[in-house]
């Protein structure tokens, strides 16, 4: 992403309005919706690229939000996240594919849990949802396991692809004159005369107002700007595999695990390239920043074949009795660290909470509603076509929307010259 990415000749302007720490999903979108809104912007990452803490490996899953609290910050933030992708996704040449969800209940336990979670998607306003009884389960997944009792299904639970989303986010920002630096890490922070005073391994910043959107480094860049950090962060390593293609025929829809008290379960769902993904797990670490596959046992099982099983306990078309062609075989496991180590259906962390001026910090759900006082410089120039405006989204077509997932994945090409090469 050489050219996209212009941090070294600009190295001279240090005055902006924000500076946004951390260049994964959310810094990206942040810059993308200040820089529309006239903002003078900079995002920093200490990576080498962008997206490389969690960002990088999540299951691509637009969320409806009909699991989350109702009413709270974090509702709002995923339904308003969903109407935007919704409606700029066809400018911006990003894929989706339409699959819904299925909370499938496999006990009497969890199918007597399954009316909450029906009762709270209508709360928060995901009205098509449906319970379903197994005869119309296995009418729409014919090939699911036998032994499904019922399941919440939700139409709307869709699939993206998790790199060209914030890569197009950043690529519209920096085309509206945001910046970005890599290989970039915050040293020192300092708020006075009304403004951060920053110290950075590039050289020093100045901004009205500093973003925080480190991932699992948030609480060390909370406690590094204000001498303490409200928030803890306990990671957690989820692995994924990744079946091959012939898998994408044994189901259609994304299938959920009913919740339990440490982790919303393991996910079996089809990709944006036509394969299967099946995880994740949930590791406690002390780690932050090592992200590998490992291989180690649990209860006699590797990691990888610990959720093989889980998929061929839920799918009879990957079933190990299949002929030897046809059945999936796993790519190498893939994994990601994650904010974790609490009950996941706890959500009294959620919710705002007092920071000192200028400082907000975007780590599980610790938003503000506050306004940011931008100064008037220009409209937003968020519409293709904007007169004497710098390019919108009509002119930016990343080449994520392939219509044919048969073949190698291909690069994302921006404006016919800048080439991702973060894979």
């Given at each position: 992403m050489e050219q996209i990415m212009p941090g070294k000749s600009s190295v001279s302007r240090r005055e902006f309005d924000i500076v946004i720490i951390g260049a994964g999903v959310i810094g990206c979108a942040m810059a993308r919706r200040f820089t529309l809104e006239g903002a003078k912007v900079i995002l920093i990452e200490r990576a080498a690229d962008i997206l490389a803490g969690a960002s990088k490996g999540n299951s691509a899953i637009l969320h409806t939000g009909f699991d989350a609290e109702p009413q709270s910050l974090e509702l709002k933030c995923m339904q308003d996240g969903y109407e935007e992708y919704q409606s700029i996704r066809q400018?911006?040449?990003?894929?989706?594919?339409?699959?819904?969800?299925?909370?499938?209940?496999?006990?009497?336990?969890?199918?007597?849990?399954?009316?909450?979670?029906?009762?709270?998607?209508?709360?928060?306003?995901?009205?098509?949802?449906?319970?379903?009884?197994?005869?119309?389960?296995?009418?729409?997944?014919?090939?699911?396991?036998?032994?499904?009792?019922?399941?919440?299904?939700?139409?709307?639970?869709?699939?993206?692809?998790?790199?060209?989303?914030?890569?197009?986010?950043?690529?519209?920002?920096?085309?509206?004159?945001?910046?970005?630096?890599?290989?970039?890490?915050?040293?020192?922070?300092?708020?006075?005369?009304?403004?951060?005073?920053?110290?950075?391994?590039?050289?020093?910043?100045?901004?009205?107002?500093?973003?925080?959107?480190?991932?699992?480094?948030?609480?060390?860049?909370?406690?590094?700007?204000?001498?303490?950090?409200?928030?803890?962060?306990?990671?957690?390593?989820?692995?994924?595999?990744?079946?091959?293609?012939?898998?994408?025929?044994?189901?259609?829809?994304?299938?959920?695990?009913?919740?339990?008290?440490?982790?919303?379960?393991?996910?079996?769902?089809?990709?944006?390239?036509?394969?299967?993904?099946?995880?994740?797990?949930?590791?406690?670490?002390?780690?932050?920043?090592?992200?590998?596959?490992?291989?180690?046992?649990?209860?006699?099982?590797?990691r990888a074949g610990l959720l093989r099983n889980a998929g061929h306990r839920r799918l009879c078309g990957l079933a190990p009795g299949q002929r030897v062609e046809a059945v999936p075989h796993p790519l190498p496991p893939r994994a990601s660290l994650y904010?974790?180590?609490?009950?996941?259906?706890?959500?009294?962390h959620r919710g705002t909470r007092h920071c000192p001026p200028c400082l907000r910090s975007l780590q599980g759900g610790r938003q503000r509603r506050d306004r940011l006082p931008l100064r008037e410089r220009h409209a937003p120039r968020d519409r293709a076509g904007a007169a004497g405006r710098a390019r919108g989204e009509g002119h930016w077509r990343p080449q994520a929307a392939h219509p044919r997932h048969d073949g190698p994945l291909p690069g994302l090409l921006l404006l016919g010259r800048r080439r991702c090469h973060c894979r």
């Open positions: 400018r911006l040449g990003l894929p989706l594919l339409e699959t819904g969800a299925m909370v499938v209940a496999w006990s009497e336990d969890e199918l007597a849990r399954l009316e909450p979670i029906f009762e709270t998607a209508k709360a928060n306003g995901v009205g098509d949802v449906e319970l379903l009884q197994p005869g119309r389960i296995y009418a729409r997944e014919p090939q699911l396991a036998r032994g499904a009792l019922g399941a919440v299904l939700v139409p709307r639970e869709h699939i993206i692809d998790p790199w060209s989303a914030p890569l197009a986010y950043l690529g519209q920002a920096v085309d509206h004159g945001a910046e970005i630096r890599r290989n970039t890490e915050l040293k020192a922070a300092q708020f006075r005369n009304g403004a951060w005073q920053l110290e950075t391994t590039s050289g020093p910043l100045a901004a009205h107002w500093l973003i925080n959107c480190a991932g699992l480094f948030g609480d060390k860049v909370e406690e590094l700007a204000l001498g303490q950090s409200s928030f803890t962060i306990k990671p957690r390593k989820g692995q994924f595999i990744i079946l091959d293609k012939a898998a994408a025929a044994s189901m259609r829809t994304t299938l959920l695990p009913v919740p339990n008290e440490r982790t919303k379960g393991i996910v079996l769902c089809r990709t944006i390239f036509g394969n299967v993904l099946v995880g994740p797990t949930a590791e406690e670490t002390d780690e932050r920043d090592i992200a590998a596959a490992t291989t180690r046992r649990s209860r006699g099982e590797t904010r974790g180590g609490r009950d996941p259906l706890d959500r009294s």
